[in-house]
Every structure is written in structure tokens, then in C-alpha cells.
């Protein structure tokens, strides 16, 4: 039912806490219960070296994710005073003596903080804890959400996008192959985009050097730390791991983006490892969503089962996504020009939002011109979007009566700007396009509609926790 | 308000005793056993609370070393104990807990285990609560769960507290059950309980029920009121008297963060 940590105790998506037996949470049951009865359940400050993890209103940790192997927290940083995310990594207590173990973490963790690229989440610090029960590492904080949970909710990426992240994990792997590192755990979770569409690989080397307990024991005991969907068939094996593990992992990633699935689901490992090393590609998954040839022979070489056919280093790889990106661009014609922000109506409105978010009067002004102006238009171009309407607006008022704090300013900035572009409250758009699912440009609608979702949705969480 | 703090003690953990007892199981055997009156009723509402708190006892138990089998035995024989005994008669009045009382004579029953053993292959306990194997199972992965700690009386109090967050969850259950609302209680539990699955939008699932978005926050916000008022009636059946209920709860949370 949960998540298996590598204890084998699942985990409560909301808080990160254990669950019981029949999939509760009781920390959650118990704040729960305890709300409003004046006594006090924040837990006491969560702490490792420099880094504070830093807790919801209702005093919740801040779980940026959780897998297998650790959580990933939002922590702030109480030297540097900036924010970071935190990950946790449970150590296995038959490593916890282990000075190879320690060894090892501490030279993957000396690649990882070398390795500076922007298509690579820094990894700022690390370290373990006083007892050795959980090692940490301190990573740049990026805004935005993983490839993994963009297909879950937006379904499965155009051959276009697609390709275009894949462009940006190879540049990372080849800034990796420069440090000899390798990442031995990518996949979709591990993937983030940011709200400017660029992609952040996270994880570097960092969480396998640890959970793998100096050598390849897990294997052997038949308990494969982390995921092993996207991992190359080598890995199950226990032979030698190199770049071409990354690169097979990478081709596996580009399918899940291109289809939704992974091309060897299982829910065994032995079944996994099975369908690796047995199975062909499933290509009709991919002929089902028409992805084309160039792509289709591209997955082909990054997923043969031999490593000796694969792209035999992340240079060989990124001049074979370069030239069938160079195919896919003669054979649909289509520009790489970047075309999200092409609508000047809503780049005015965005423009408008920075200014408002650092001055107060101006948010003032916005939200009483905009709160008016939502009261007397016709609600019938708007019924779509009626509800995201009123609240925005009571976001913003909560966030300028200082009730409500827990929102970034780059995401009160698309909330700001999305409201702009709802009601004009300023007349500032000439040509009043209507919004959400009426403005004629996808790429606006998509990164309008994301982000201001999931922060409308974080605080109607906070809204009903006040409540 | 308190039409519905009503309507959930009365759940009585799924089972509709509550128009027998209608307040605090625990003052009610306290009393009985002052009074010597009416003891057929303190003995079931005992029964009744030993049920929802056997797994907390097996654990303890368990932690002295025993295997499971004798544990189960060894718990059972002490609840039968109790009851035939009217153990609780000689409770004290200023200690006002049930978990403590229980605590303080299972400790008892046990440094006394061998002899009590011999009454019982003498045929001496007659009394026995029906133990279910789900039940036993449970009890038993409750134990494995805190069996790392070393303190016996903070892993007897941490299963107590986790028994009684989930009788207070079960008692809810049965009255949306009783409501034919059982459905909407699953697609809602995560906003109490938590969970594995990280919850859907508000938006999505408001869909997904075919109800309007603020009708599902007047749902959610309903559930967990409700909730914290089946917490404070599960932990007002095992206390004598209402101004012990905050500091039952204090000293449960604590127990609860303090790992």
C-alpha cells in the first residue's frame, strides 16, 4: 500500500512519517485531532548540520519528495540564510561502521559538488549525521515539478518537447563525464523542469553511492535499493557499471515521456530483470503514439541490452539526439524557436505582476481594481475559470493582509499575472483575450494553467487547514 | 455541536452499545467497582475496552521476552483475570486513567506469571475474550514496529496511543457507515490519515465525485471535525472525568513525537 522505504515501512505522501499497518498515518491522525484544542503539535525543530527544514502552517515538515531511499525536504540554510533542498538518506545499518561506505559517499559527494552545469541541481554541502544512521546533502532549489509527475498529469509529451529535454540530460551527462561521474539512478523522478521549461538533473551519483553500501550487495540479496525501472540491464547483474548505464537509463526516461509508461514495467525485480535481458522493446507503444522513425531508432540504440551498442559516451549520444532532432526538424518543418511567451498580451501581464509583487500599494490597487472589475463582467465568458477567479483573489488578499506568507514570489507572479490577464483590472491588454482555454496560444495556456493550479491548490489546502 | 459529540460516543468502536453506555466506560467500571453495583455492565464495558486496547498489552507483554503464543495467552489470561477478579474494583480513583490501571496490574500479573499459570492449567479463569486472528496479527506487527525501543513503558504507551487513534478513526468510520456515507469516508480519508498517494486537487476530485468544489471542503472540513471529536470520546472512555481529556491528549502527543 505505501511506498517502500528501504526498511520496508511506507510513507505518508503528505508529512513523509511512517505509516501503520493499514496505510494511516498517525502524525497526521494526531494533528489532526489535536487542531484547535490549543495544544501544541510542532514537532520540535528537524535539523541537520546548517540546515533547518522548515515546516507548513500546520506544522508539517516541507517534503519536496520521498522515494526509496530518503525524503527531500525544503531546508533553509541558517549560515548562507538561503534556501536549499534537503535530502535524507536512511544509511542501512550493516553500513553504518563501514569506513569504505563512508569513503565512498564522501568521494561521490566530492564529484557531485564540483559538477556545476546549468542543467544540473548543485549540490551546495553534505555530510552525516552525529549517530551515522542518515547522511544529507544540501541541493539548489528548483521551482518547478518532475518529468515524472508532468506525464502523470499532463500525459505524455510531443516528440518536440520530449526531445528537447532529452537534449538538456545529455548536456548534464556529458558535464558529468567531465568530473567521472556517473548518475546510476536517472530517471523521470529525477528529472525537474523548471517553470522555464529548462531541466534540472538532480541526484548526481550522491543517493546510490550511499545505498549501494560499498559494492554490489544489494543485488545479491536480491533488495535493489531505489528504482529499478529505468536502470540498465548491467545493473542487475552486478558487472561493471559505467556512462552507458546513463545512457540507457536516459532512453528509458525519453520513453517514459513519450508514452507514459516505461518500456519494462514490472512489479517484481526478477520480473524487471527478466524483461530487460529477455523481452524486446515494446515498440508499438510508440508507433501507438505516433512517434516517428528517427526518435523510434534513437530509443533503439540507447536501449540495447548490450552496452557495447548503446551510444558508447554522452558526446556519441547528444550528436544522435542533435541528428534526429536535425531529421524530426526537415520532416515536420517545424521552428525550435521558443514560442511560450510569443503572446505580448501576456508578457505585458506578467511584466505588470513583477512590479505589483514588490510593491505594496500597486497589489493593493490591482486587487481592488480587480475584485471590482470581477464583480460587474459577465460571468459567462469566465465560467471555465470562475472558480480559479475568486481564489486568486482571496490569495491575494490573504497574501497582502499577511495571512498568508506561504507562496513564492515567482509563483505569485504567474498568479498575479493570470489574474491580470483575467480581468485586465488596468485596461493594460489591447486586445482583451479572454482566458484559460479561450486565448489562442497553447504554450501561454499550458504554463498558466500549471503553475497557477498548484499554487491555487496549495493554498485552498491552507484555506481548509484555516478553516 | 453536541448532537454530534454524541452520536460519536455512541459508535462504541463499530458496535452499538452506546445507548448502555453513554459516557465514560471508564468512570462507569470505577464506579461499579466502589459501589458493587450493576457489574455486569462495568464488566462489559471493561470487555469492550480491553478489546480495542489488547494490542498495546501484547506488546508489552511481548517485550518481556515472551514468544507469541504465550503472549497471546499470557494477554487474554490477563484480561479474564481482570474481569473475574474485579480487579478494577481496587482501582485508584486518584490516578483517573485507564491506561494507566491496566498498565500497573498487567506488571502485577506478570511478576506473578508462573503461579498464575498454574491456576489457569487448574481450570481457574473461566472468563475469556474472543481473540481474532486479524486481531492477533495486528497486535503482533504493532509490536515488530516498536520492538527497537528499550523503554517497555514508552513502547506500552506509544502502542496505546496508536490504538487509540485508529479506535477514534474505526468509530468514525462506523458512524458514516451507520449513514450510509461509507463511500464518501474512503475518498475523504486521506485528509485525516494520510496516506501513500499524494492527494488529488480539490478541483479533480470534486469531479471525480460529481459534487461541487466547495461542497467537498464542507465535506472535508466536517470529516475532520469530526474526527477530533471521535478522538476526545475515544479518549473520554478511558478517563474518569472530562478535565483529564486535554491532558490525556498532551501526554499521548507527547508520547507520539517524542521518538
Redesign the interface.
Known amino acids: 500500500?505505501?511506498?517502500p522505504l528501504a526498511s520496508g515501512?511506507?510513507?505518508?505522501?503528505?508529512?513523509g512519517?511512517p505509516?501503520?499497518?493499514?496505510?494511516?498515518?498517525?502524525?497526521?491522525?494526531?494533528r489532526?485531532?489535536?487542531?484547535?484544542?490549543?495544544?501544541e503539535?510542532k514537532?520540535?525543530g528537524l535539523a541537520f548540520g546548517d540546515f533547518e527544514v522548515e515546516q507548513h502552517a500546520d506544522g508539517s515538515w516541507w517534503e519536496l519528495g520521498h522515494g526509496a531511499i530518503g525524503v527531500t525536504y525544503r531546508a533553509a540554510d541558517k549560515v548562507l540564510r538561503r534556501r536549499v533542498a534537503l535530502k535524507v538518506i536512511e544509511v542501512p545499518p550493516a553500513a553504518r561502521g563501514s569506513q569504505a561506505v563512508r569513503d565512498r559517499f564522501l568521494r561521490e559527494a566530492r564529484a557531485a559538488a564540483a559538477l556545476r552545469h546549468p542543467n544540473v541541481a548543485a549540490v551546495f554541502q553534505f555530510g552525516t549525521s552525529p549517530d551515522a544512521t542518515h547522511c544529507y546533502y544540501a541541493m539548489e532549489l528548483v521551482e518547478g515539478e518532475t518529468l515524472a509527475a508532468r506525464v502523470r498529469r499532463d500525459g505524455p509529451l510531443n516528440s518536440k518537447d520530449a526531445l528537447k529535454i532529452a537534449i538538456q540530460i545529455a548536456r548534464a551527462l556529458m558535464a558529468a563525464a567531465d568530473h567521472d561521474l556517473i548518475h546510476r539512478d536517472l530517471k523521470p523522478s529525477n528529472i525537474m523542469l523548471t517553470t522555464e521549461s529548462e531541466v534540472k538533473v538532480i541526484d548526481f551519483g550522491l543517493a546510490k553511492a550511499i545505498t549501494d553500501a560499498g559494492g554490489e550487495m544489494d543485488l545479491t540479496r536480491g533488495e535493489f535499493v531505489g528504482t529499478p525501472t529505468f536502470a540498465s540491464p548491467e545493473q542487475f547483474g552486478g558487472g561493471p557499471v559505467d556512462a552507458r548505464s546513463d545512457i540507457y537509463a536516459l532512453g528509458g526516461t525519453l520513453w517514459f515521456a513519450l508514452t507514459g509508461l516505461a518500456p519494462h514495467p514490472g512489479k517484481t525485480l526478477d520480473e524487471i530483470r527478466e524483461r530487460k535481458t529477455r523481452d524486446g522493446l515494446p515498440v508499438a507503444q510508440l508507433i501507438a503514439r505516433k512517434v516517428p522513425e528517427p526518435l523510434v531508432k534513437l530509443l533503439r540504440s540507447t536501449l540495447a541490452i548490450d552496452p557495447g551498442k548503446r551510444p558508447a559516451s554522452a558526446r556519441e549520444l547528444m550528436e544522435a539526439i542533435q541528428s534526429c532532432r536535425r531529421k524530426l526538424t526537415r520532416r515536420i518543418g517545424a521552428s525550435s524557436e521558443e514560442t511560450a511567451f510569443r503572446s505580448k498580451a501576456f508578457a505585458r501581464a506578467l511584466t505588470n505582476a513583477k512590479a505589483c509583487v514588490s510593491d505594496p500599494e500597486s497589489l493593493r490597487a490591482l486587487f481592488d481594481s480587480a475584485a471590482r472589475k470581477a464583480s460587474a463582467i459577465s460571468k459567462k465568458p469566465f465560467k471555465q475559470n470562475w472558480?480559479y477567479l475568486q481564489t486568486m483573489l482571496r490569495l491575494i488578499r490573504a497574501y497582502y493582509r499577511g495571512e498568508y506568507v506561504q507562496v513564492s514570489d515567482d509563483a505569485l507572479v504567474w498568479i498575479i499575472a493570470a489574474l491580470n490577464y483575467l480581468v485586465d483590472p488596468f485596461d493594460l491588454i489591447p486586445d482583451k483575450t479572454p482566458f484559460l482555454g479561450l486565448v489562442d496560444d497553447a504554450h501561454v495556456v499550458e504554463l498558466v494553467m500549471g503553475k497557477t493550479?498548484r499554487t491555487l491548490?496549495a493554498f485552498?489546502t491552507w484555506e481548509?487547514a484555516v478553516? | 455541536m453536541k448532537e454530534t459529540v454524541n452520536a460519536n460516543t455512541g459508535a462504541g468502536n463499530g458496535q452499538d452499545r452506546s445507548d448502555v453506555f453513554p459516557s465514560t466506560h471508564w468512570s462507569l467500571v470505577l464506579a461499579a467497582g466502589r459501589s458493587q453495583a450493576e457489574p455486569e455492565m462495568a464488566g462489559a464495558a471493561l470487555a469492550e475496552l480491553c478489546q480495542v486496547y489488547w494490542a498495546p498489552l501484547y506488546g508489552f507483554v511481548r517485550s518481556r521476552g515472551h514468544t507469541v503464543h504465550d503472549a497471546q495467552d499470557l494477554t487474554q489470561s490477563f484480561f479474564a483475570y481482570v474481569l473475574e477478579h474485579k480487579i478494577y474494583a481496587r482501582a485508584d480513583r486518584q490516578k483517573g486513567r485507564f491506561r494507566s490501571f491496566l498498565l500497573a496490574s498487567l506488571k502485577n500479573f506478570l511478576a506473578d506469571a508462573a503461579d498464575r499459570e498454574r491456576t489457569l492449567k487448574r481450570g481457574g479463569a473461566q472468563i475469556f475474550l474472543p481473540l481474532h486472528e486479524e486481531q492477533a496479527r495486528?497486535a503482533e506487527?504493532?509490536f515488530q514496529?516498536h520492538s527497537g525501543m528499550s523503554n517497555e513503558d514508552r513502547l506500552f504507551d506509544r502502542s496505546w496511543?496508536?490504538a487509540l487513534?485508529?479506535a477514534?478513526?474505526e468509530r468514525l468510520l462506523a458512524d458514516y457507515k451507520r449513514e450510509g456515507k461509507e463511500q464518501l469516508f474512503k475518498e475523504l480519508?486521506?485528509f485525516?490519515?494520510?496516506?501513500?498517494?499524494?492527494?488529488p486537487?480539490?478541483?479533480e476530485l470534486a469531479d471525480r465525485l460529481r459534487i461541487a468544489?466547495s461542497t467537498l471542503?464542507s465535506h472535508?472540513?466536517r470529516l475532520?471535525a469530526r474526527?477530533?471529536e471521535a478522538?476526545?470520546a475515544e479518549v473520554r472512555r478511558t478517563v474518569d472525568s472530562e478535565t483529564r481529556v486535554?491532558q490525556e491528549?498532551?501526554e499521548?502527543?507527547h508520547v507520539?513525537?517524542e521518538m
Not at chain 1, 515501512?9 to 508529512?15: A, D, K, P, Y
Open positions: 500500500m505505501g511506498k515501512v511506507g510513507v505518508c505522501s503528505m508529512c512519517k505509516l501503520n499497518a493499514k496505510g494511516d498515518c498517525l502524525a497526521c491522525l494526531l489532526t485531532g489535536l487542531e484547535g484544542t490549543g495544544i503539535t514537532p520540535a472558480a493550479r491548490d485552498m481548509t478553516r | 495486528e506487527s504493532l514496529t496511543a496508536e487513534l485508529a477514534a478513526l480519508r486521506m485525516v490519515a494520510g496516506g501513500a498517494d499524494s492527494p486537487a480539490y478541483a468544489e471542503r472535508v472540513t475532520r474526527y477530533r478522538l476526545r486535554d491528549l498532551r499521548l502527543f507520539l513525537t
